[in-house]
């Protein structure tokens, strides 16, 4: 297993009922609802308790790290401040219509991110992140739609859900949010404590709290841009492409239009591209890592103890891993995979830790492999990994 240069844990069986699918498997789910139509579940997590306390979560939005906004809705109109926030920056708590936004929470929070993991019946490379919002009474964000698929967990309190399939999606101008002018529910839902509602992409939803103290958790998935993603391939491909070919053009004759832009130097940038996007090797290498790099402001600290061989491993809650048929991605860098080595690397992947015989059982490169993302805080040894720092 070498770096590329030129050359499920928590988540419900797919075909097994689920109760946070309301009785249905994960396969049935994504066979009849996903990017289809909407899904309300009551009790889809039973006694739920939030993870962490208002004051835990406060107290996260003040960290540099952590992207966090705060909405105020007042009469005058919408107010939107992004953190990090003091304490004092809020809104006394019994003031209506404010909410606190916490976005990628599972990656401070070890719980968090066990939650997240309960969606990894779809595939990781679209899941994106855990926010957690809080909201005082008649708090939300206004009606919207979102281009991401998203399940809206209950944690406490409860919010009104008014959702419909919006034919007009003209917005309210000089608003410092994307608010609906002329917003049309067709469906409204309140949800409790361990109620879950699930939203395909593009369908209009205004969320409002009723009463104090409500808190709503968001997994939501990444749905790359298609010009984004072919901008961020041909940078990562361009970097590794070689080809020392020069321009020629013994045929062009003298001009009397000097800036035309020859033909032929079109179609020789033109041919240049189609070489480059035709190494499938290296596309394959450069989707994996951009799919796989960290997002901004995440770092990983060193170790907590020293690296010692034949223990049970498991993934930081930051690490971003996956595969393809031949390849490793770890945290936007790439790895060639065959063998042994390669089914093992696709466990840690998949189920996000190894046991101490499976680690035994690895290759000495796939050991000093491990040993190299151990040393760089993308692993831990199982013993340690629940004393991670924030």
């Known amino acids: 297993m070498t770096p590329h240069t030129d050359s499920i844990a928590g988540a419900p069986s797919v075909d097994l009922p689920a109760q946070m699918l309301g009785g249905m498997s994960p396969a049935r789910f994504m066979q009849r609802y996903w990017q289809k139509k909407p899904l309300l579940i009551r009790n889809a997590f039973p006694g739920f308790q939030p993870l962490l306390t208002r004051p835990e979560l406060f107290a996260l939005a003040a960290q540099e790290s952590v992207e966090s906004r705060l909405i105020v809705h007042k009469p005058a109109g919408w107010q939107l401040r992004h953190g990090p926030f ?76 008014r959702i419909g399939r919006q034919k007009d999606l003209s917005l309210e101008p000089d608003v410092p949010l994307k608010i609906l002018s002329n917003f049309e529910p067709e469906q409204e839902h309140l ?109 990983f600290e060193e170790p907590v103890g020293p690296w010692q061989p034949g223990t049970a ?10 595969y393809d048929s031949r390849h490793l991605f770890i945290n936007g860098e790439s790895f060639r995979a065959a063998g042994a080595d390669a089914r093992l690397m696709r466990v840690l992947a998949d189920q996000r830790r190894l046991g101490a015989a499976q680690v035994r059982r690895a290759s000495a490169d796939a050991q000093a492999l491990l040993k190299d993302w151990f040393e760089a805080g993308w692993l831990h040894a199982e013993s340690t990994a629940g004393g991670e720092k924030d």
């Open 86 to 161: 003091a304490r004092t920056v809020f809104p006394p708590l019994k003031q209506k219509r404010w909410t606190l936004l916490v976005q990628g929470v599972d990656l401070h929070l070890d719980a968090a991110h066990d939650l997240l993991g309960r969606f990894r019946f779809v595939p990781d490379a679209r899941l994106d992140d855990l926010m957690i919002s809080w909201a005082s009474d008649g708090g939300g964000v206004g009606p919207h739609f979102d281009s991401y698929d998203v399940f809206l967990l209950q944690a406490s309190g409860q919010r009104l859900w």
């Open 313 to 322: 491993l498991r993934l930081d809650r930051r690490t971003r891993m996956m």
């Open 191 to 299: 949800l409790n404590p361990g109620d879950m509602l699930y939203l395909p992409p593009r369908w209009a939803h205004d969320g409002i709290a009723v009463g104090d103290d409500c808190m709503t958790y968001s997994a939501g998935f990444r749905v790359p841009q298609r010009g984004g993603l072919a901008g961020e391939l041909l940078q990562r491909m361009a970097d590794e492409f070689e080809d020392s070919t020069l321009y020629r053009d013994p045929g062009q004759e003298a001009t009397d239009h000097p800036a035309a832009m020859p033909a032929s130097l079109e179609a020789f940038a033109a041919d240049a591209l189609q070489r480059m996007l035709a190494e499938r090797t290296s596309l394959a290498c450069a989707l994996g890592e951009v799919m796989t790099e960290p997002k901004p402001r995440v770092w």
